[in-house]
């Protein structure tokens, strides 16, 4: 997600002590193994992720968020009955714009939410967003770069023996313009390489090569599509897909219309014809302001959602996919940070994707999502 998260929040209450996860909730453990179209957790039963995006660690000025960062974890684990909490990071804060340098407040302050998810018995998704980096950085960082490899090596120390932690390698490559022909799009998302005068030095197969083979981690791996992730349409014509071990791809806004074919062509295809497993990895129906006005609309948000909604999660039920979505924030999936636990309804009635964002907060599918998750991620 490239929107801005919240500017600090003030009176936000401190994340209460850590408690445990709501014995109604279901909860897994790993490590997590790829077989056939599924994921299965340490004891052989299927995984399917239930999760909420926490971005606060992706920004530059990241110490303001962390205690806004825990207070979700907790509210997550507590309340929302998930099971995955996927962390957005940032390379930059870690190494420096041009990736020489090192941070250990910037590690120890993930080591902390980590915790804080696990002591709550959460999968963890380590995400690795470049879009908040410098403004220089930003422009040859859309697709995985050397720091990419430098961070997810200094990830792997902590974390490559980490069962319950996710490495969500590269969030959203951004190797893409419109109008690119399929053969470009995929090959560039692949590879890398040059395009009208652009050189991406590292696709996704190198980042994931690297990761997995050179690194020798055995976690599971999220990988998303190009542009937004919105599509993995076209992927297996173009040879585009990875060939190492343990891989989940993750899609996040679909692209085409809101209906059974469209999510099918975007992602259903993949488990349904026996290519590989898909998980929804970040999603929302909602952007609050300023980013709900952009020509044309994001993907991320959806114009006809009191409809599409409902019948997106019922996709999602019928083929048995997880749901992880963007975030515990007003308007998202939250009408206040003063209580996490309430969430945003669509009202039919008033409902507009792109505009009325100060007028008609709180319009985000949280409601749903929450009752989502419990229907599913319930134990009794």
Same mark, same amino acid.
């Given at each position: ?7 600090? @929040? ?54 303001? %968020? ?57 999968? @963890? ?50 190797? %893409? ?17 040059? %395009? ?5 030095? %590292? ?27 919105? +599509? ?12 190492? +071990?343990? @891989? ?20 259903? $295809? ?7 497993? @898909? ?20 993907? +991320? ?30 308007? $998202? ?48």
């Amino acid at each position: 997600m490239g929107a801005l998260v919240a500017l600090a @929040v003030t009176g936000v209450a401190a994340a209460p002590p850590a408690a445990a996860k709501d014995a109604a909730c279901g909860t897994a453990t790993g490590p997590f193994t790829v077989r056939g179209t599924q994921v299965f957790d340490q004891n052989g039963q299927p995984f399917v992720s239930y999760g909420i995006t926490v971005p606060g660690l992706q920004v530059e000025n990241w110490q303001q %968020y962390q205690a806004l960062d825990l207070a979700k974890i907790a509210a997550i684990a507590q309340s929302w009955c998930a099971n995955t909490v996927r962390l957005q990071l940032n390379q930059d804060d870690l190494l420096g714009p041009d990736g020489t340098e090192f941070n250990q407040d910037y590690l120890n302050a993930i080591k902390t939410e980590v915790s804080a998810a696990e002591q709550d018995h959460m999968v @963890v998704v380590l995400n690795d967003n470049t879009e908040f980096a410098s403004l220089v950085a930003r422009a040859v960082q859309k697709g995985p770069t050397a720091a990419t490899e430098t961070f997810w090596k200094d990830l792997a120390d902590v974390y490559g023996h980490d069962d319950q932690v996710i490495f969500d390698l590269f969030n959203e490559p951004r190797t %893409y313009a419109p109008g690119m022909s399929q053969a470009d799009k995929w090959r560039l998302w692949l590879h890398g390489g040059w %395009y009208a005068g652009v050189f991406y030095p %590292y696709g996704m197969a190198e980042l994931a090569g690297y990761v997995r083979n050179t690194l020798q981690v055995q976690n599971l791996f999220w990988i998303e599509g190009p542009d937004n992730s919105d +599509s993995f349409a076209g992927m297996v014509a173009q040879g585009a897909l990875l060939k190492v +071990s343990n @891989v989940v791809y993750a899609l996040h806004h679909p692209a085409g219309a809101h209906d059974l074919s469209s999510w099918y062509a975007d992602f259903g $295809y993949l488990p349904a014809t026996g290519v590989a497993p @898909v998980v929804v990895g970040e999603w929302t129906n909602y952007e609050p302001a300023p980013t709900a006005k952009p020509t044309p609309l994001r993907t +991320s948000c959806w114009p006809d959602a009191p409809v599409t909604v409902p019948a997106f999660l019922q996709y999602l039920t019928a083929h048995g996919f997880g749901l992880n979505v963007y975030q515990l924030e007003p308007g $998202y999936m939250i009408r206040s940070y003063a209580d996490m636990t309430i969430p945003t309804a669509i009202n039919p009635a008033t409902w507009s994707c792109a505009s009325n964002a100060e007028v008609q907060p709180g319009q985000g599918a949280g409601f749903l999502v929450m009752a989502f998750f419990r229907q599913h991620n319930a134990l009794s």
